[in-house]
């Protein structure tokens, strides 16, 4: 038996008969913390496909190089290349592939790259390259999608300054870019140099002073350990804050131990992107089991973990294996004839090319899962885990995995309980700032009561007082932050230079960075707005002008100012108009009470009408009384002589409207009623402007100020009154910027002071007018009673705070300032520094509402009243067609339209026969049977004898 158990053993030894040996090559950097590990691995590697191989063997060469040295690896590349070896297996970063792929891609050489992930590693001519590693966009495509997740919107990133750092920021704020991920902002972004020792005070101050929460780290593992310790020491590992990791330092966890021997308990709460390696496969367990014996043959110390890339190692071989044993199926293998020589005597492999295809078309069920490859040599369907640090104390598989991402699948994460952020809390921290975290803020401040003032006798930093001191006390302590003040050396707020293009004053000392922030009523401007940025608005001004009073002088017709001399003539018009029209409408109408009459009359059948038409017809007279219906009266109530709608009374009407007062006559009709009403509304709003524009002229009368807005200082005819503006002041540069050209001239004839304490004097002498900011006028002038605010602000604007562009305290400020508005915080303030009359007067009204009205302001109040008119003639044709409809029928008039023609054809008749005189009739006897008649017919027996006059004109 022991027999047969030697001679099987011989056998194997001497089975080159049936398998070809091939050789692949390991070139690695000395200083790969990997090294030894991948020593190990690979070979077991090896063994493991031989063992299982019938048509290949594999026979593995190692070379090592100086990581710093391009020279080395070039000649080491050369002695694998002169070698005979088929493929090289690479596990340094994307830099080392690169360098490497120059010398092997030439020859046809195959290079199976475990970790490079630059995207455009590939370029060059870099043809025969198979990388077993996702590239970093899609890194960063899953931590967009991890950020989105958890509604993350505002990061800092950390990157090493490889080309591992660098592509992950670029392709992460790519994606931001194309994918319109507006919702994203990236706060801050610092690099690192990562050779020798990475610098990290800076670039951990830079994140802190974003106000970041949410931090990506994407530096090399051996890194990170560095990085996260010192984030530690300056507090921003925190409970409100989260680092999320790429996959370099998941990959490798082991690096993170500082001492060799535990996990800090400070990386609990870390999320991290990794490399998806599938567990449940038998490869994986197989080699797991091997490789927890072997490890402690590594380091019995620190053994290490068995890391994604180890893995990756291990298929390595076996894909580069069963690459060959397709080829060598095919009969369409050959050894490598390549050569590499330093004296430029080159010569590729003629069969790589077939290698490298046979390469990308393979299909295996590897340790880390199924394997299958693009047309470019990347792996299809690439895929991460996403880990959460979630144990203390030494542990291999201390990131556990809490959900998957997949290029065609995208984010999957069951179930966010099970995560673990830093500080051990379960909560999903909001991820944004609600504090400064103590940090220091340098404040650029300047005198300008009572905004602010330096405090006699006190040479602290912070000796400052005023509303914009308190503002900062208060914010100091909402944000926790400290600060001190420091003034500009010219005390200015801050004024462009073009043919210096720089700015003096506060916003030049922020601009230097002599200043985190200007805490001041600093003025919202364009130009301003184009180099700094602005917090909300914690008080609202404008430019208002301010005079001194005098002693008014009298007019007796001061009543008559408020309306311009053509309003005044417009409303005599309508006034007689108006009587007019509603004289008419009460005759026209066949529901006003002459109408109505009057058309009964004409229609009636009985005798003493039928008499009357008669004479006359006749005799061409015409009748004076309006009483000419009495016998209608069921069919026509005739109303009293003092009721009815004469031109007299439409008149009295009219005119008792335009003094508020109303009268017994009144129209019967809609249309006159309607026509009423629209006069009536009329006159309200002529009385509600007279009202308003008197008392203001009268208020300028009495303190004596003929100017009544800043453009009337350009067309003074009463008096000659200067006016002046500070020299270089924002209310200047506001002025000139205006589209209304007259603000321009405003500044080109005014008075140019230095000061504001200038400006003030000059105004208290008296025949000055002062235009400046309201809450400065309000301050300083205001608080003497015979100063006067004269018209409206004219340009109104915003006071608030100044930072630095994209300055990462902005959110903080205006969150704070916001809430401080809605409490009225700014008014107690205001009420608290503003100055108070000793006397108690009251100016802080504003003077100067007083513009004569003209009809072109007036005018959309005559065409209201037009179009009352309009509406009132409808109307009265309405009510024509209505009494029309009404009228009985007889023999002659059967239909509508007859009866409509007989009412206009008496209308008419009524026109000719009762308003107006058409031929001279005859003059009756005032003897005799015919007089006596007439006054019958006349009277209808209502009226006595005495009371019955016929017209002289007419004649009986």
Known sequence: MLWVLSG???????????????????????????????????????????????????????????????????????????????????????????????????????????????????????????????????????????????????????????????????????????????????????????????????????????????????????????????????????????????????????NLLPHGDRYSDRYSGLIGIRLAISKNTRGFRTLSEEFEKMRWNISAISPPPLTPSLVLSYDAVQIAGKGLANLAEMNSIQQPDSTCSHDDRWAPWTAGDKYFEALKSTEYHGASGMWSFTDEGTKDHPGYEIVNLRRHGYDPTMFYEIGTWSDDGGLQIEDDSRIKFLGGATKRPIGVANSLNGEHLILGVTTNPPFASRIPNCTDTICWEGICPDVVMNLSSALNFTYEFVEPADKAFGRYDPETQTWNGLIGDMLSQKTDMITMDLSVGVERKRYIDFTVSFMDSGIS????????????????????????????????????????????????????????????????????????????????????????????????????????????????????????????SPAGRFILFIWWFFILLIISMYTANLTAFMTLDKIGITIDSAKELLKQHKKKYEWGIIEGSFVESLLINNVDPDFKKLVDGAVKVKTVEEGNQRVHQGGFAFLDETPFLSYNLLGSCDIFQIGGEIQPFDYGFGLPKSSPYTELMNTQIIKYRELGFFDELWAKWDKTPADGCDNHHEVGADEVLQMSTLQGIFLLLALGLIISVVLMLLETIVATAQDDYDEIHRTFWSKLVRRVRLKYEDIRTEWFILSRPHKPSTNGDNYQELLRLDSLDKYSSSEVKISTNHGV
């Open 545 to 668: 002008l301010a005079m001194k009073g005098e002693s008014g002088k009298s007019d007796i017709f001061f009543f008559m100012s408020p309306f311009g001399y053509s309003v005044w003539c417009m409303i005599a018009v309508v006034f007689i108009f108006m009587g007019i029209i509603l004289n008419l409408i009460s005759k026209l109408s066949p529901y006003g009470s002459y109408g109505k009459k009057i058309h009964a009359a004409q229609v009636c059948k009985c005798e003493e009408c039928e008499e009357r038409r008669l004479a006359k017809q006749q005799l061409n007279i015409k009748f004076k009384h309006q009483s000419q219906s009495e016998c209608l009266v069921m069919r026509a109530r005739e109303e009293a002589e003092d009721e009815t709608m004469t031109f007299y009374n439409s008149l009295w009407v009219a005119g008792a409207g335009l003094v508020g007062q109303g009268t017994a006559a009144l129209p019967a």
């Open 8 to 254: 099987l053993t011989l056998l194997s030894l001497i089975n080159p008969v049936l398998t070809e040996e091939y050789t692949i090559g390991l070139l690695t950097s000395s200083q790969n913390t990997q090294k030894s590990v991948l020593e190990a691995v690979i070979p077991y590697a090896v063994s493991q496909f031989n063992a299982n191989s019938t048509d290949v063997t594999l026979k593995l060469e190692i070379a090592s190089y100086n990581g710093s040295s391009l020279y080395e690896l070039v000649m080491e590349a050369c002695k694998l290349v002169n070698k005979r070896t088929v493929a090289v297996i690479s596990p340094d970063g994307s830099n080392t592939v690169a360098q490497a792929a120059d010398v092997f891609s030439p020859l046809n050489v195959p290079i199976i790259s475990l970790v490079a992930t630059d995207p455009h590693i590939r370029r060059a001519h870099r043809d025969n390259m198979l990388l077993l590693s996702p590239s970093d966009a899609f890194q960063s495509k899953a931590i967009l999608d991890l950020l989105g997740h958890f509604r993350w919107h505002e990061i800092a990133i950390i990157a090493s300054d490889s080309n591992y750092g660098i592509n992950g920021v670029h392709y992460l704020q790519q994606l931001i870019t194309r994918r319109d991920e507006a919702k994203f902002v990236i706060k801050a972004i610092t690099f690192f140099n990562a050779v020798p020792v990475p610098l990290l005070n800076n670039t951990l101050k830079n994140i802190k002073r974003s106000l970041a929460r949410v931090i990506i780290l994407n530096c090399e593992s051996r890194y990170g350990s560095k990085v996260l310790e010192e984030a530690f020491k300056m507090g921003l590992m925190a409970r409100e804050y989260v680092w999320i990791v790429t996959d370099a330092i998941t990959g490798n966890p082991h």
